[in-house]
């Protein structure tokens, strides 16, 4: 199991701050990751309609969309950051 953690608008859509999921075999990259939760309800869909622009943390550390998430124990995603 990999804790996964949305942060801003990313869990207003989804609908919760975290939650525990088992990630499939297949599922090997961050782009593989944010594909698969496309798949699991119109709340993640919608909130990762634009992959491209989500960033991702693998246990808290910001990696590129190739990364593989192997080992990772803890996923955070993040919606486009600003300010300064």
């Known amino acids: 199991m990999t804790k996964l953690v949305y942060f ?10 975290e939650e525990e999921l088992e990630i499939p075999p297949n ?11 496309k798949t699991l309800g119109e709340e993640y869909e919608n909130a990762l309609q634009y992959p491209e622009v989500i ?6 550390e910001h990696v590129e969309h190739s990364e593989a998430i192997a080992g990772a124990r803890e ?10």
């Open 55 to 60: 960033r991702v943390a693998l246990n808290q």
């Open 27 to 37: 599922v090997v990259t961050v782009r593989d990751l944010l594909n698969h939760l």
């Open 8 to 17: 801003a608008w990313v869990r207003e859509r989804i609908g919760k701050p």
């Open 75 to 84: 996923i955070g995603l993040f919606p486009p950051m600003t300010g300064g």
